[in-house]
């Protein structure tokens, strides 16, 4: 037991040491400013205090008192991550390596030096098996049960044949690194003594992300049972804890319009312009209960629409969160946020809709976004808007549905009238932002356009070229789904013109479908006359008649109806209604005639028929 313990606490005091070495480094061989000066001796001090500690600890354990119960206290997590952040800044940046941790006032009953220990050396790790400028990304969440703070790195990953040993002690990941290989064991048998559970994730070359679950009050324990753990440690699998997120979301990645785009399983969207660098973590519940997201912004610009679930989204040193939000960042020389929707936070900063703020290493500046442009019209594809005061430029996106998912172009231009290219039929979305001289959008203003260029061709050259015309409108109709009746309903007269009826009717059925107009009642029974449907005829005009019960063309179907159920009397009643009305019309004249013989009134029929004539 005795030695299990040196070994533990000469690995504790070897990377206290090597952290004030780091610090005295960098001050000798570099120039730093006072400022700097000032926070590399206060780290030099803290971890000299952190040093005094663990030697104090170790000398209690060799006076055999690792058998007593730990102390419990109240822990800040966010400031015990910020102590840990602090010791270790000598090494994460002596790899460049930026270390992000979330805003939080979780707080946790636990042993804060045996919970610092397991957190210090996880992180630890993060930084050493990193990349060259990576970044370390600290969450916490907390539950009805416990907290859980996931660490990920943007490091070399872990191969799959050694995730099986990695908590094993005296086993390192990388047999090149130097070190005993104690820490990541100790971390595990730490967090599952107090009676929480360690997850990894781990994809090589990608990165690794562990997940430290602690019940909010842990078991009453020894460091007896700490050292006991490391025994048998393994990989702890959270698959008991279905609740916690810690399973990937499924995401559909498409590149449109100069975007590349995720639509996520909770609905969340996230867009990046394609010259934009970036990571992304999307995870859920084993039940679909619970999301998260976040990503980091390395350069370009991104928009973010979570429309339950929170997000966390890291830009250089800070870390924005926000719930319910719709919302842009721009990187670039500076950090650039416009909010649309809901609100984001970011330490100190809070922004609402339509605020938005410019952010350098010494100054936040927070604006009032641009008015959005207004009295937007397009006409034959042409766009005209008015002109926004103080804007630098404009920005058009043009998409095909309104959330801006299936994005079709987008583009700046300066000029508030110009002509757009639309390809196809369709019903469009069309939004601008207005840019004021810091490079913020304004909110953005939205217009819906139906395109009909195909469908507006075809009537042009009807009269000229009827093959050519049919060729336009079914390109019409192949993209305008239900977003107009025009083409369906053309394309149905030709058809009938040209005595094919069965594919008139399938046209003129989906017209009716999209919009319900008296024409194309009148044509749909035409079309079932033809087709000898008199059960159809009659089960429509029960349907319109009560829309439009005087319409003369549909009582005279009525009329046709009652002519062919032999219901003669009825059928003049209503054909003499409907010549009052309409003494020329000579299919009505026509009918009656027909009518009358039927009747056997011949002298009345022959004067229908000469009206008919």
């Known amino acids: 037991m005795n030695k299990f313990f040196s070994s533990v ?8 040491l090597s952290s004030i070495k780091f610090s005295v480094q960098m001050l000798d061989k570099y120039d730093v400013s006072a400022q700097e000066k000032k926070e590399t001796v206060d780290n030099i001090i803290s971890t000299i205090t952190n040093t005094t500690n663990i030697l104090e600890e170790y000398m209690d354990f060799i006076k055999f008192k690792f058998t007593k119960k730990l102390k419990y206290e109240e822990i800040n997590l966010y400031e015990l991550l910020s102590e840990i952040k602090n010791e270790l800044l000598p090494q994460a940046e002596q790899k460049s390596v930026n270390i992000y941790i979330q805003k939080s006032d979780i707080k946790i009953i636990s042993n804060k030096f045996w919970l610092k220990r397991a957190i210090y050396n996880v992180v630890l790790n993060a930084i050493k098996y990193n990349k060259r400028g990576g970044s370390v990304n600290i969450k916490i969440e907390r539950d009805i049960f416990g907290i859980y703070i996931s660490i990920s790195d943007t490091g070399v990953g872990i191969k799959k044949k050694n995730l099986s040993s990695i908590f094993k002690m005296f086993k390192q990941i990388d047999d090149t690194k130097s070190g005993a290989g104690i820490g990541l064991a100790l971390a595990n048998s730490v967090i599952t003594s107090f009676g929480g559970q360690v997850n990894v994730k781990s994809n090589e070359d990608i990165g690794t992300e562990f997940i430290l679950y602690v019940p909010k009050r842990p078991k009453e324990i020894t460091v007896k049972r700490i050292a006991l753990g490391l025994i048998p440690a393994s990989i702890a699998l959270f698959l008991s804890i279905s609740y916690f997120p810690i399973y990937s979301q499924k ?7 100069g975007y590349v785009i995720y639509t996520f399983e909770d609905g969340s969207v996230l867009k990046y312009s394609q010259n934009s660098d970036y990571e992304i973590k999307a995870y859920k519940n084993l039940y679909n209960t619970k999301y998260t997201l976040s990503t980091t912004l390395k350069s370009g610009d991104m928009s973010l629409k979570a429309i339950k679930n929170k997000a966390s989204i890291y830009v250089n040193d800070r870390e924005f969160n926000n719930l319910g939000t719709d919302f842009e960042i721009i990187r670039d020389d500076f950090t650039k946020v416009a909010v649309f929707e809901g609100s984001i936070k970011s ?18 500046k927070v604006v009032e976004l641009l008015t ?20 630098k430029k404009y920005k058009i996106i043009i998409s095909r549905d309104r959330n801006f ?11 508030t009238k110009l002509n757009l290219e639309f390809k196809n039929d369709a019903l469009y979305y069309v939004k601008i932002f207005a840019y004021d001289k810091y490079g913020l959008p304004s909110l953005p203003s939205v217009k819906k356009y139906i395109n009909l260029s195909h469908y507006k061709k075809a009537m042009k050259i009807i009269d000229i070229d009827m093959n ?15 977003h107009s009746s025009l083409p369906y309903y053309e394309l149905a007269k030709i058809l009938f013109f040209k005595k094919q009826y069965k594919k008139a009717l399938a046209l003129i059925q989906k017209a009716i479908k999209t919009k319900e107009k008296k024409e194309y ?21 029960n349907k319109v008649l009560k829309i439009y019960p ?15 159920k032999a219901k003669y009397k009825e059928a003049t009643k209503l054909l003499f209604k409907i010549l009052q009305q309409r003494p020329n019309f000579k299919e009505a004249n026509s009918l009656m005639a027909k009518t009358l013989m039927k009747l056997h009134k011949n002298s009345e029929a022959k004067y229908y028929e000469r009206l008919a004539k």
């Open 521 to 541: 009642y009148y044509l749909l029974l035409d079309i079932y006359e033809k087709l000898n449907k008199t059960q159809e005829i009659e089960k429509t005009l």
């Open 405 to 415: 998912n299936q994005i079709e172009d987008s583009f700046f231009t300066n000029k």
């Open 550 to 564: 005087n319409d003369i063309y549909l009582l005279f179907y009525k009329a046709k109806i009652l002519f062919l």
């Open 372 to 391: 959005p442009p207004r009295n937007i019209n397009i006409k034959d594809g042409y766009l005209t808007f008015n002109k926004v005061n103080n804007a």
């Open 347 to 364: 330490d100190d900063l809070q922004l609402n809709k339509g605020e938005g703020s410019v952010i350098s290493a010494k100054k936040i």
């Open 251 to 257: 995401y559909d990645k498409s590149m449109q319009g």
């Open 468 to 482: 050519d015309s049919i060729l336009e409108l079914e390109t019409s109709i192949s993209t305008i789904q239900n």
């Open 9 to 16: 606490f000469f690995h504790e005091l070897k990377n206290s």
